[in-house]
């Protein structure tokens, strides 16, 4: 009798190290999610531990536009590099950040050490923008791109932002 009430107890213990490490937030992850439909939410870890891209078309120069974002030691969000083709509105310019460094490549304006700091970054899904995401800051020819609108309909306001998360939740709202 004593071997079975072992055998129980080791086996609930089991049980619950378990749930405790399955349903716990201990994976720290890029949060995408819809602000007002709350089924709609993705999560990456390599946005976490990688950073990530967001690209887009230009509204007014109809140019890409790839801005560097990567999470600081508190879990904001920094924007620390900007590139794109042409300039237009709203493309930041150099002298508006104390420390930024504007420089010319073969195919494009890029400007570094922005250090933009939010603790989320909220915007809007755009049709004609193409917003994709890119989980990786070193975004290559070939990165693996998430157009926006095959998770999210135009127009949908989104948040994006670090947490923890459990294993289950992960797992459930994992970015394929």
Do not use: W
Request: hydrophobic letters at 40%; glycine letters at 4%; a positive charge.
């Amino acid at each position: 009798m004593k071997k079975v009430i072992k055998i129980s107890l080791i086996i609930v213990i089991f049980c619950c190290l378990v749930a405790a490490v399955f349903f716990s937030p201990v994976i720290n992850v890029l949060s995408i999610k819809s602000r007002k439909c709350q089924p709609q939410l993705f999560y990456s870890i390599e946005g976490y531990s990688k950073g990530f891209v967001i690209s887009y078309t230009h509204s007014v120069n109809k140019g890409r536009v790839h801005d560097f974002y990567k999470h600081t030691e508190d879990d904001n969000i920094e924007l620390y590099k900007t590139s794109f083709v042409s300039y237009g509105a709203g493309i930041p310019e150099p002298e508006e950040t104390p420390g930024a460094v504007f420089s010319v490549t073969q195919d494009s304006y890029v400007i570094e050490n922005l250090n933009r700091i939010v603790p989320r970054l909220v915007m809007a899904v755009g049709l004609t923008a193409r917003h994709t995401i890119v989980f990786d800051t070193s975004f290559t020819i070939g990165s693996k791109e998430f157009i926006l609108t095959d998770y999210f309909e135009p127009q949908t306001s989104i948040i994006l932002e670090y947490k923890k998360v459990s294993l289950y939740s992960y797992l459930k709202h994992e970015m394929k």
